[in-house]
Every structure is written in C-alpha cells, then in structure tokens.
C-alpha cells in the first residue's frame, strides 16, 4: 500500500504544476502578446517483476509486471501559433504579423540596462526631463533600435508611422522627420530562453552549460534580414490563449488530481485496517 500512496503523490505534484500552468494560462487571456504554455507529461522510471516463471501460456505483453512511480513534467511547451490581431488606430500600436519575432526592450537592472524580449508592442512618447522624448513600453522601459540604443525622439515630435523593414517615421513640428530601425529579434531556439514574466523572455545566463551561444538561440534582424520582419501599425496582437481548450484541459486535469488522491485515501485506509487486525 505504501508503493501505492507514493505513486499517486508523485503523480499529485506533477498535476499541480499542470493546474498552475493553465491558471496561469487563463489569468493572462487578456494580455496582449502573451503566448500560452502547454505540460507535456513522461512517465517516471517503473520497476520490472519477473513473477511468471511458471506460466508457460503463450501471451502478446512483455513478460512480468512493469510497476510504475508515477508521472513527471516533461516539458512546458511555449505555444508560438499567432494571436488574433485587434485594431486600435493607435500610433504607436505595434503587432508582429510573423511568429517568433519580437521587440527588443532595455531593462533596468543593478548591472545596467538588460535586453528583454516581448511581443507586447504599445508603445509611448515619454518626457526624459532633458528637452526629449524617449520611446517607451507601458512598463516604462526603453524601446531598442536596431543597434541596441534606446530610441530618444525629438520634443517636438507629433506623428508616427511605420515603413517596410520595422522603420519608425517620425514627423517633427518643424515639418523635418526622424527615422529609427526598431530592434527585432528572430528566436531560432525560442525553448531555450528565460522566462522573466508573462511577456518578457531573456537568454539564459548559463549558456555555456547548454553548449550553445547567443547566436546559436536570437538573430538581430539587420541590413537585408530586415525584409523578414512582419510588423503592423495601429494594431495589437492579443493573446492565443484557447479558452476552451484551457478549461477542457482544467477540467481533466482536476479530475486525474482527484482520482489520485482518492488512491491516497483508499490506501490509507487499507493501511488502518491492517494495523487494526494485528
């Protein structure tokens, strides 16, 4: 009975992960750029019992008896496929059009400012107290050119619009406008990458201990790759969160969950009952 019980608990932990991953899911449906997660679940090392020596009846199994331990997470595949793209008539709403592409933020951080990756592209004009206008996200980190700077506008900046190749035009009071490549990226090994949150994502810093290199994960669209880049203006890609299949999922998630802690009980009580008879 023992055996039992630590089977169905390893399997209730691993279920858990599963339930947190879809509330997670379901609490980001309304947020724009955010990519849903999918639990992949393999089987944990199981036990061979040799136990039919003396049954010589022909049989289409593998001999003996595989005792299993239980289930594990595999992997939490990130889901790439594109989300459905609302229109805003905004300026400075941005949408990726092709998967895997994203803006290039700059964090701040004790070290300096950080690149961060995010598909979320509402972007603002925000005032840097110096005469300017600094090109932002509604978290307030800086928006990255193409060559890793923070893009600083002009104060009297006024109209905003987007040319091929992700190039931000920038119409001045003046009559004069300002031009700036925004820095996109192009994962090519996206289920390497960190997650920081809902939306931002950033390499790992044990590369070395994955043998690979930055290059090897990103490419920084630039020059002639820059005609890859499939950017919309005044628009929003929302999120790709199946409700549907997030409840489905939750539902027979829960229902495995119960099930195994049912067979925690059941062997509890076994377990009583054989103490009570000694």
Do not use: C
């Not at 987007?162 to 090994?189: P, W």
């Amino acid at each position: 009975m023992l055996r039992t019980m630590l089977t169905a608990t390893n399997t209730l932990n691993q279920l858990q992960s599963q339930i947190d991953t879809i509330g997670n899911n379901l609490s980001n449906a309304g947020t724009y750029g955010y990519k849903s997660r999918d639990v992949k679940f393999h089987e944990l090392l199981y036990q061979q019992f040799q136990n039919d020596k003396l049954d010589q009846a022909p049989r289409s199994s593998p001999a003996g008896i595989r005792y299993g331990v239980g289930a594990v997470v595999g992997q939490a595949e990130m889901n790439w496929k594109q989300g459905t793209v609302q229109q805003t008539g905004r300026q400075l709403d941005f949408a990726f059009t092709t998967p895997k592409q994203y803006f290039q933020i700059l964090m701040p951080g004790a070290d300096g400012n950080k690149t961060v990756y995010t598909r979320q592209g509402a972007f603002y004009a925000n005032p840097t107290g110096d005469g300017a206008l600094a090109l932002v996200n509604a978290d307030g980190y800086s928006v990255a050119d193409a060559n890793g700077n923070p893009i600083i506008l002009n104060e009297t900046a006024q109209n905003f619009s987007l040319t091929d190749g992700g190039r931000l035009d920038v119409q001045n009071a003046d009559g004069t406008t300002d031009q700036f490549d925004l820095g996109i990226t192009v994962l090519q090994r996206p289920q390497l990458m960190e997650h920081l949150s809902a939306t931002y994502i950033t390499l790992p810093d044990n590369l070395n201990e994955l043998g690979v290199t930055a290059q090897d994960i990103l490419t920084n669209l630039q020059g002639a790759d820059r005609a890859q880049i499939g950017l919309g203006n005044g628009q929003l890609e929302q999120s790709n969160v199946n409700m549907s299949k997030e409840f489905t999922d939750l539902i027979s998630a829960q229902r495995s969950y119960q099930f195994n802690a049912r067979a925690v009980t059941m062997g509890d009580q076994m377990l009583g009952l054989i103490n009570g008879i000694r």
